[in-house]
């Protein structure tokens, strides 16, 4: 029988919500393979963490070590590898956060695991895990399974799992010596740095013009921010308009940016990689035009145009003041 | 120092319509343009720009067909100094477990103080390749990398968590560094630039020449395979507004005052 761990991912001593939706895809494929859930916990100063995660799960392995403290990868890789070991065969589940992105390769070659990243459903059949994926600029719906191994290692795209608080039932919890020795790590955490903060607050804003890497190569970014004048909005972007320095990372709207809820959220030649669409979860109303019919962005929103946006933009702004008149 | 750079060449598939094939487990390719995965464009270039500081040299390697060479001409134009294609019948099939495998063997009998790629690539959207060739080469590894700055025997660098956070990192080397898009600038590179470098050899190797048996490449070393492919429904989601360009514009400004209570 394959057993099902779940690893509590935390950061600053608290715990993040990739924990909870991990715990809620555990509860579910626990159930349907008929197998047990354990969630791991390696951290520092975890006891009120430890007993968050007793309440929702029938077991916890925690182990207290200065060293998990910042999430270290490498530090995670062997106390992972050592708890994990003789309790095979495995299937562990992760958040695929930006933290877990770096862990879980490394970690999958150290325990002779296969790796799905960024699964978004799975299935059983035949009593074996099958997960689904997406490919190519995330726009293919891929089932894939797994061989040449029995343990299973997948990472979860976050906002596809819910998790429901079950309230109260304890499990017990296993505290283990760390498995960590003496030696120095090759991966040292430094400090945290945060990111520059800038003149426009786009995490506050209700009115969004939102421009992605359809806007071209070289835009006039005069029109766009005339249209968000207009609007009484700001200007906000996706990750390739910040790689091309066409605005700074203060204005970038993702899971690696700024998570944001205006009450208007119009994205111009946005595709819409989950990335993205991560961090407008929540806006009342999202408009987009984009050239292509398949861009993901028309999945999360509520109106599209399917036009090029240069054409687009000039009359809307037009139309816009006239409305206002 | 010495940096290999792994690229890979890549469908771009970020526009128009994808169509899946007949078998239902893989989308048909022979209409697509082919490029340099976008997130391995700014490793080649941090190389080059480590190497244009510190000295050293930079290889530019990739795992693909033959028609990869004009990824790795380029690579050259910006300044790598040589550049190898790893192309053989038995790859057919690798995830990026096997694909590891390969570059991990080719990387044995090299000497190198860094490894730079991509953290994902846009065909298979994984970010598992970096982290499993430094795994099975025995050296530390991030992703999301930017900020890199080597100095005697290890490497600061910061990685991107989420939220606009970061963290500083100290790694020994020899290390391999996923990098995140937007590090740098990609270099703008000339036809000229590409003509120059038009003379130098880019070898194809083999399974054999890099010495690894069949079963741990391919479909018969992968840990992941493929059942089946769909291309999600479409109609799902957004109200597509109809007409001209001008006409859809103007229907817009008319829901944006309605239903966004903008003016």
């Given at each position: 029988m394959r057993q099902i761990f779940v690893l509590a991912e935390h950061r600053k001593h608290q715990l993040r919500d990739t924990t909870w939706e991990a715990v809620a895809a555990g509860r579910k494929l626990a159930g349907e393979l008929g197998a047990e859930l354990t969630c791991l916990l390696l951290g520092s100063n975890i006891d009120p963490m430890t007993e968050v995660l007793a309440r929702e799960c029938p077991k916890v392995i925690a182990v207290d070590d200065p060293r998990f403290a910042n999430f270290n990868s490498e530090a995670l890789t062997?106390?992972?590898?050592?708890?994990?070991?003789?309790?095979?065969?495995?299937?562990?589940?992760?958040?695929?956060?930006?933290?877990?992105?770096?862990?879980?390769?490394?970690?999958?070659?150290?325990?002779?695991?296969?790796?799905?990243?960024?699964?978004?459903?799975?299935?059983?059949?035949?009593?074996?895990?099958?997960?689904?994926?997406?490919?190519?600029?995330?726009?293919?719906?891929?089932?894939?399974?797994?061989?040449?191994?029995?343990?299973?290692?997948?990472?979860?795209?976050?906002?596809?799992?819910?998790?429901?608080?079950?309230?109260?039932?304890?499990?017990?919890?296993?505290?283990?010596?760390?498995?960590?020795?003496?030696?120095?790590?090759?991966?040292?955490?430094?400090?945290?740095?945060?990111?520059?903060?800038?003149?426009?607050?786009?995490?506050?804003?209700?009115?969004?013009?939102?421009?992605?890497?359809?806007?071209?190569?070289?835009?006039?970014?005069?029109?766009?921010?005339?249209?968000?004048?207009?609007?009484?909005?700001?200007?906000?972007?996706?990750?390739?308009?910040?790689?091309?320095?066409?605005l700074p990372k203060y204005h970038q709207v993702g899971t690696s940016g700024v998570e944001v809820k205006p009450k208007v959220y119009l994205a111009l030649g946005i595709s819409g990689a989950f990335q993205h669409v991560g961090g407008i979860k929540g806006s009342p109303l999202i408009v987009a035009v984009n050239k292509d019919p398949r861009a993901p962005i028309f999945r999360v929103a509520q109106y599209g145009i399917v036009a090029d946006l240069n054409q687009v933009v000039p009359v809307l702004e037009e139309k816009i003041k006239e409305l206002k008149r | 120092m010495d940096i290999i750079v792994c690229m890979k060449w890549v469908p771009d598939t970020s526009e128009g319509d994808l169509v899946i094939d007949r078998d239902g487990k893989e989308i048909k390719k022979d209409s697509l343009d082919y490029d340099m995965n976008d997130w391995d464009r700014f490793a080649i270039e941090e190389a080059v720009r480590i190497k244009e500081k510190l000295g050293g040299t930079v290889t530019a390697v990739t795992v693909g067909p033959d028609d990869a060479e004009e990824?790795?001409?380029?690579?050259?134009?910006?300044?790598?100094?040589?550049?190898?294609?790893?192309?053989?019948?038995?790859?057919?099939?690798?995830?990026?477990?096997?694909?590891?495998?390969?570059?991990?063997?080719?990387?044995?009998?090299?000497?190198?103080?860094?490894?730079?790629?991509?953290?994902?690539?846009?065909?298979?959207?994984?970010?598992?390749?970096?982290?499993?060739?430094?795994?099975?080469?025995?050296?530390?590894?991030?992703?999301?990398?930017?900020?890199?700055?080597?100095?005697?025997?290890?490497?600061?660098?910061?990685?991107?968590?989420?939220?606009?956070?970061?963290?500083?990192?100290?790694?020994?080397?020899?290390?391999?560094?996923?990098?995140?898009?937007?590090?740098?600038?990609?270099?703008?590179?000339?036809?000229r630039a590409v003509r120059k470098v038009a003379s130098i050899e880019i070898p194809v190797l083999g399974l054999d020449d890099i010495g690894l048996e069949e079963s741990k490449v391919g479909a018969a070393g992968a840990r992941i395979q493929i059942e089946s492919m769909v291309l999600p429904p479409e109609g799902e989601g957004a109200e597509?507004?109809?007409?001209?360009?001008?006409?859809?514009?103007?229907?817009?400004?008319?829901?944006?005052?309605?239903?966004?209570?903008?003016?």
């Open positions: 062997k106390g992972l590898g050592s708890i994990l070991k003789g309790r095979e065969p495995f299937m562990l589940i992760m958040g695929n956060s930006n933290s877990i992105i770096e862990l879980a390769p490394g970690l999958s070659f150290a325990l002779d695991a296969a790796l799905a990243t960024d699964c978004f459903g799975f299935e059983v059949r035949d009593g074996k895990p099958l997960a689904w994926r997406q490919m190519y600029s995330y726009k293919v719906n891929t089932l894939v399974s797994f061989k040449n191994t029995e343990n299973i290692i997948v990472t979860l795209r976050g906002g596809f799992f819910q998790f429901t608080p079950t309230a109260g039932a304890s499990g017990t919890v296993e505290k283990l010596p760390s498995p960590l020795g003496d030696e120095p790590l090759g991966k040292r955490f430094l400090n945290y740095v945060e990111a520059e903060k800038g003149d426009v607050d786009v995490a506050s804003a209700d009115i969004i013009v939102s421009l992605g890497r359809g806007i071209g190569d070289e835009p006039d970014m005069d029109v766009f921010q005339s249209l968000a004048d207009t609007m009484g909005g700001v200007l906000a972007c996706s990750r390739p308009i910040v790689d091309k320095s066409l | 990824m790795l001409r380029e690579c050259l134009a910006r300044g790598a100094d040589e550049a190898f294609v790893l192309s053989d019948d038995s790859f057919e099939g690798s995830d990026s477990y096997a694909t590891a495998q390969v570059l991990a063997q080719f990387m044995r009998n090299r000497s190198y103080g860094l490894i730079l790629t991509g953290t994902l690539a846009d065909d298979d959207c994984a970010g598992e390749f970096g982290g499993l060739l430094a795994a099975m080469l025995g050296i530390p590894a991030s992703t999301l990398v930017s900020g890199i700055e080597p100095d005697e025997g290890k490497v600061k660098f910061k990685r991107e968590l989420e939220g606009g956070l970061y963290e500083a990192i100290e790694m020994n080397l020899p290390a391999l560094l996923a990098v995140a898009t937007g590090l740098n600038e990609p270099r703008f590179v000339s036809v597509i507004i109809k007409g001209t360009a001008e006409e859809a514009a103007a229907k817009l400004a008319e829901i944006l005052k309605e239903k966004g209570g903008i003016l």
